[in-house]
């Protein structure tokens, strides 16, 4: 069965950086599109950043372009998210998830996913 486990998350200062990482396994991770979705207390979860299958092609929420990066490992079956320059509304569970493989919907949508990780806490003090 496909299994998620997300690490790296935080208490930091806001400014800083944290780099998050998301271990897949049960699949077979080259074939999949990857993502990040948040979701802070009392908010829906929204979409932080996707990379493609073979880590060509990104994108982002605009609340976080510039300072966000994803890439992803094949070889590791990993994806990870950089994040500098972080902000306290940037506090949030994040949360990895896999595309599901013939999707033809939007990236920045979560129905298009089929497998989520349990999540990491992030959490950015001013």
């Known amino acids: 069965q496909v299994q998620l486990v997300e690490s790296g998350g935080g208490l930091v200062q806001a400014g800083n950086s944290l780099r998050l990482s998301c271990a897949a396994s049960?699949?077979?991770?080259?074939?999949?599109?990857m993502g990040w979705f948040r979701q802070a207390p009392g908010k829906e979860r929204e979409f932080v950043a996707a990379?493609?299958?073979?880590?060509?092609?990104?994108y982002y929420a605009d609340s976080v372009k510039g300072r966000f990066t994803i890439s992803r490992d094949n070889a590791k079956n990993t994806v990870y998210l950089q994040m500098n320059s972080l902000k306290p509304e940037d506090t949030a569970v994040y949360y990895c998830?896999?595309?599901?493989?013939?999707?033809?919907?939007?990236?920045?949508?979560?129905?298009?996913?089929?497998?989520w990780g349990q999540g990491t806490q992030v959490t950015v003090s001013s």
């Open positions: 049960g699949l077979t991770f080259s074939l999949y599109a």
């Open positions: 998830a896999v595309k599901k493989r013939y999707s033809s919907g939007s990236y920045y949508d979560g129905n298009e996913y089929g497998y």
């Open positions: 990379i493609i299958r073979g880590g060509g092609g990104t």
